[in-house]
């Protein structure tokens, strides 16, 4: 990580670079993620990969088969829902990441480089939009609330706590939360609209 006399030129410079709102995003990226290093961030970061794709898809899957399974019809059908909405969402935000690239906070923070534009490399540290965290545990979130009420709080809540530790961890910018979280509102949109029409007992 670059001393912080330094890590301040390099944003500055970053958002210099490109219109007010990116620039006011990069400064509120690099801020939030602050105390990135901070000893405790392994633990957080460990909690925030709930919301990864391995592992909502594995939990919507399971939901799924369980509920097969036991013949708990409701159940499947959550299951059903999650793994819909999860998947869609999954391949948006991936299309999007192979299109355009941009430069994660913490890389950053840690080079003083900043990115973006469209076609870019397929790496991890240049792919911070959108984030895919956002995207998948919005649209699970999303799909459990639907099928299951009296969870909705703790779905939504497990969602913001995932999409928080993005930006505190420094993987991702507020514009690349805000487009994931949108993008998984969508994706469950679409999926319920789908399956509503198709089985409406689901």
């Known amino acids: 990580m ?18 007010a ?6 400064r509120a990226g690099v801020a939030l993620a602050g105390a990135k290093d901070h000893p405790i961030m392994p633990t957080v970061i460990a909690a925030g990969e709930v919301g990864s794709w391995e592992s909502l898809l594995a939990m919507s899957a399971g ?48 080079t003083g480089r900043y990115v973006r534009g469209p076609m870019g490399p397929n790496d991890g540290p240049w ?31 497990t969602a913001a706590g995932v999409v928080a530790v993005q930006l505190v961890r ?4 507020p514009v690349d939360v805000a487009v994931g979280a949108a993008i998984g509102v969508a994706a469950e949109a679409v999926t319920d609209r789908v399956i ?5 007992e689901a």
Do not use: C
Not at 196 to 200: L, N
């Open 2 to 19: 670059l001393a912080r006399n330094d890590i301040k030129t390099a944003t500055e410079r970053a958002a210099d670079s490109v219109g």
């Open 21 to 26: 709102m990116e620039a006011a995003d990069i």
């Open 63 to 110: 939901t799924l088969a369980w509920g097969l399974l036991t013949r708990d019809r409701a159940l499947a059908a959550t299951g059903g829902r999650m793994l819909a909405a999860g998947t869609l969402a999954s391949l948006v935000k991936t299309s999007l990441k192979r299109t355009l690239h941009r430069t994660r906070p913490n890389v950053l923070m840690d």
């Open 127 to 157: 792919q911070s939009f959108p984030s895919g965290h956002a995207a998948l545990s919005t649209a699970v979130a999303r799909a459990v609330a639907r099928s299951r009420p009296e969870l909705a709080g703790a779905a939504y809540a």
């Open 170 to 173: 420094g993987a991702h910018f």
């Open 196 to 200: 509503s029409a198709r089985w409406p």
